[in-house]
């Protein structure tokens, strides 16, 4: 009887252990089989010949002299790139306005957009047709969105100097472009005005993810509106928020096409973001290696405030 029941028992315990596995049949339970890397090769191929490749070819300029023209010969000279540029006061004014830029068109961008989000995910009359006008600017690309603010903000025949006038606000025309103390006030404005429906649409899909039951007890309950929106709606929107926030400041300070279309990063450099520093350089004098760097640069340095910006978040959640 005893025999019978430790069979029973030994039976029972290695019932509940699955039995060893080869090793093909590891691969193929964590989709390493040849079958299934030969059917990944078709999307594969594009990104490591259209994003792998040029990013790591742009890694290694970085740490050459290269040059434009046909004749100029390519040497590696280590980090003697970054060494210029740690003492480049140019380049680091622009990157201080880059920063300048980025923090508050994506403060700017978010509050406005929040607030935005709030009105539209109310039952409102019309609200299908403010939804789709407030996607306008996103449709719009950034060379048309430039020109046109550019008319706006013309000093002579502008729209935006003639109805200040008109509301006896100025008396004489402000040249909002060319001004230095204007100028990127001015582009930090147009940048919140294009970048803005993006952040509208996704804060708008998170605030209809909040449950309406939890609306209803909080207002049965007595709490306000901010109270109401404060305990059962940021909570649920606080994570869309992160993931929002982090990439509208990456792509706010990677910036480019809107300001060189407004400005050219002008007058006197005062709108100069980084990138269109780093476009100067490669293609105005040809300084293709030192262009590298400075990408490089700035990717690292985003990339430490971005980890540092997360790591603060997610530990405030988890308290």
């Known amino acids: 009887m005893s025999v019978t029941a430790r069979g029973t028992s030994a039976r029972g315990e290695g019932a509940g252990t699955p039995p060893p596995r080869s090793a093909p049949e590891r691969r193929r339970a964590l989709g390493l089989d040849r079958d299934g890397w030969f059917l990944l090769l078709p999307a594969l191929l594009p990104i490591l010949l259209l994003s792998a490749g040029p990013l790591l070819y742009g890694l290694?300029?970085?740490?050459t002299d290269a040059q434009s023209g046909r004749t100029a010969v390519t040497k590696f000279t280590g980090l003697a790139n970054f060494a210029d540029l740690r003492l480049d006061s140019l380049f680091w004014d622009s990157f201080r306005i880059g920063l300048v830029w980025a923090v508050s068109v994506t403060a700017?961008?978010?509050?406005?957009?929040?607030?935005?989000?709030?009105?539209?995910?109310?039952?409102?009359?019309?609200?299908?047709?403010?939804r789709t006008l407030a996607l306008v600017p996103w449709a719009m690309p950034e060379v048309v969105v430039g020109v046109m603010w550019r008319l706006v903000y013309n000093q002579d025949a502008g729209i935006l100097n003639a109805t200040l006038r008109d509301l006896h606000l100025i008396t004489e025309n402000a040249d909002w472009l060319a001004?230095?103390?204007?100028?990127?006030?001015?582009?930090?404005?147009?940048?919140?005005?294009?970048?803005?429906?993006?952040?509208?649409?996704?804060?708008?899909?998170?605030?209809?993810?909040?449950?309406?039951e939890l609306?209803?007890?909080a207002a049965i309950d007595g709490a306000s509106?901010?109270?109401?929106?404060?305990?059962?709606?940021?909570?649920?929107?606080?994570?869309?928020?992160?993931?929002?926030?982090?990439?509208?400041?990456?792509?706010?300070?990677n910036s480019f096409g809107l300001v060189y279309v407004l400005t050219g990063g002008g007058p006197g450099g005062s709108t100069r973001l980084p990138m269109l520093f780093a476009y100067e350089e490669a293609f105005r004098y040809g300084q293709f290696g030192y262009a590298a760097a400075m990408g490089l640069v700035m990717t690292a340095v985003v990339a430490v405030l971005l980890a540092v910006f997360l790591r603060n978040r997610l530990k405030g959640d988890e308290r």
Do not use: Y
């Open 108 to 130: 700017l961008q978010f509050l406005l957009a929040l607030g935005l989000a709030v009105l539209l995910n109310q039952n409102l009359r019309f609200r299908w047709l403010a």
């Open 60 to 63: 290694s300029l970085a740490f």
């Open 179 to 212: 001004g230095a103390s204007l100028a990127l006030p001015a582009v930090i404005v147009v940048g919140v005005w294009a970048g803005m429906p993006q952040t509208t649409v996704v804060l708008l899909a998170g605030l209809q993810n909040v449950p309406q």
């Open 215 to 217: 609306h209803e007890a």
């Open 225 to 253: 509106v901010w109270r109401r929106f404060a305990t059962v709606t940021w909570p649920v929107l606080k994570p869309v928020v992160l993931a929002i926030t982090a990439l509208n400041f990456i792509w706010n300070f």
